[in-house]
Structures are given as C-alpha cells and as structure tokens.
C-alpha cells in the first residue's frame, strides 16, 4: 500500500493486479473484496490522500476476513510512518 498527498479534500483508491495472482475471475474477485473494504472501512484512512493498494501473487486464496486485518494493519502502519 502507499499513500501519496491528493489535490482534493476526498480519499480515493487506486488498486494495481498482476496477472500472477490469478486469472481475470480471481483478480476481480480480489479487487471487489478490496474496494468493499475500503468503502465499509473509511475512517481507517486518512482524508485528503491517494491510496495505491498492489496485493501479492498469492492474494487470490485469501478470505475476505484475511483482507481485512491486513488493510487495517497497513492502514496503521502508514499512519506511523508518515506522521
């Protein structure tokens, strides 16, 4: 995940698949799981940035619980690193 300063007041996200995760059924599997993360978690993000989310080759096995804890581990380790 990274974070990049935004032109606008709004949080946006930006999500990157590669090809080794999967065929086009498992990365837009993957990909819909992670937008409603997103939209159902908003306050783990701050406002005013541009998130760039890029899973690992092997996300297309993972549960939507298993996304989960880890956007909001990386969301809080963004917080740190940037504050």
């Known amino acids: 995940m990274?974070?990049?300063s935004g032109n606008?007041?709004?949080t946006r996200f930006g999500f990157s698949l590669s090809k080794?995760?999967?065929k086009a059924v498992v990365r837009n599997r993957v990909k819909?799981?992670?937008?409603?993360i997103c939209r159902i978690n908003m306050d783990?993000?701050?406002e005013g940035?541009?998130?760039i989310i890029i899973p690992k080759k092997d996300s297309g096995k993972e549960s939507f619980?298993?996304?989960k804890e880890e956007m909001f581990k990386l969301s809080?380790?963004?917080?740190?690193i940037r504050k």
């Open 2 to 4: 990274y974070r990049l």
């Open 8 to 10: 606008t007041s709004m």
């Open 20 to 22: 080794k995760i999967g």
């Open 32 to 36: 819909r799981m992670l937008k409603e």
């Open 44 to 46: 783990w993000f701050e």
């Open 49 to 51: 940035y541009d998130y």
């Open 65 to 67: 619980h298993t996304f």
């Open 76 to 80: 809080r380790k963004i917080k740190k």
